[in-house]
């Protein structure tokens, strides 16, 4: 019976001695099982990915909820930009019509990256505030094709932050 398993398992190191020391067999019998996870930086084609699904997500949420606030007058249709709506207004045909005291940097024809991300963040405080508004108020000029819009009752361009000048220098 000296063959039989002893209680505490002990293994040879390479130089012949004994030791209790565990941590190396167990290295070598997990080796193949254990691996590394690599940390994984956000590149550019990903934080583009993330960017567009951003800006994806806020106009389908708002098709999901609908309108969830009273309009007086016009009824708003759509956002088109950080400073456009299109609004169907009875007399008028639907038509896109500028926000008095907004003014917001094209995304699509943006200069540099700043104007850009400029032009995607008030598209989105927009969006944001007419959102939350429980009643929007549209007082239309057709001919110039302008709009200024009340959101419970306070002018909508006091309410959004504006835009830093010359954002490309």
Same mark, same amino acid.
């Given at each position: 019976?000296?063959?039989? %398993?002893?209680?505490?398992? =002990?293994?040879?190191?390479?130089?012949?001695?004994?030791?209790?020391?565990?941590?190396?067999?167990?290295?070598? $019998?997990?080796?193949?099982?254990?691996?590394?996870?690599?940390?994984?930086?956000?590149?550019?084609?990903?934080?583009?990915? @993330?960017?567009? $699904?951003?800006?994806?997500?806020?106009?389908?949420?708002?098709?999901?909820?609908?309108?969830?606030?009273?309009?007086?007058?016009?009824?708003?249709?759509? %956002?088109?930009?950080?400073?456009?709506?299109?609004?169907?207004?009875?007399?008028?045909?639907?038509?896109?019509?500028? %926000?008095?005291?907004?003014?917001?940097?094209?995304?699509?024809?943006?200069?540099?990256?700043?104007?850009? *991300? *400029?032009? %995607?963040?008030?598209?989105?405080?927009?969006?944001?505030?007419? *959102? =939350?508004?429980?009643? $929007?108020?549209?007082? @239309?000029?057709?001919?110039?094709? $302008?709009?200024?819009?009340?959101?419970?009752?306070?002018?909508?361009?006091?309410?959004?932050?504006?835009?830093?000048?010359?954002?490309?220098?």
């Amino acid at each position: 019976m000296r063959n039989a %398993i002893r209680p505490s398992v =002990q293994h040879r190191s390479r130089d012949g001695g004994r030791t209790a020391d565990l941590s190396g067999l167990r290295h070598s $019998l997990t080796q193949g099982v254990r691996r590394r996870r690599k940390r994984r930086s956000l590149s550019l084609p990903r934080l583009l990915a @993330i960017l567009l $699904l951003a800006v994806a997500a806020v106009p389908v949420a708002d098709a999901i909820a609908g309108s969830g606030h009273a309009s007086v007058g016009c009824q708003l249709v759509s %956002i088109v930009d950080g400073d456009t709506v299109t609004l169907d207004c009875p007399g008028h045909d639907r038509r896109e019509h500028q %926000i008095m005291g907004l003014a917001s940097p094209p995304v699509l024809g943006a200069r540099c990256l700043s104007e850009a *991300w *400029w032009g %995607i963040r008030s598209e989105i405080a927009l969006r944001t505030k007419v *959102w =939350q508004s429980r009643e $929007l108020e549209f007082i @239309i000029e057709p001919r110039a094709r $302008l709009a200024l819009v009340f959101a419970d009752g306070v002018p909508l361009h006091r309410l959004i932050s504006p835009v830093p000048r010359d954002l490309c220098t």
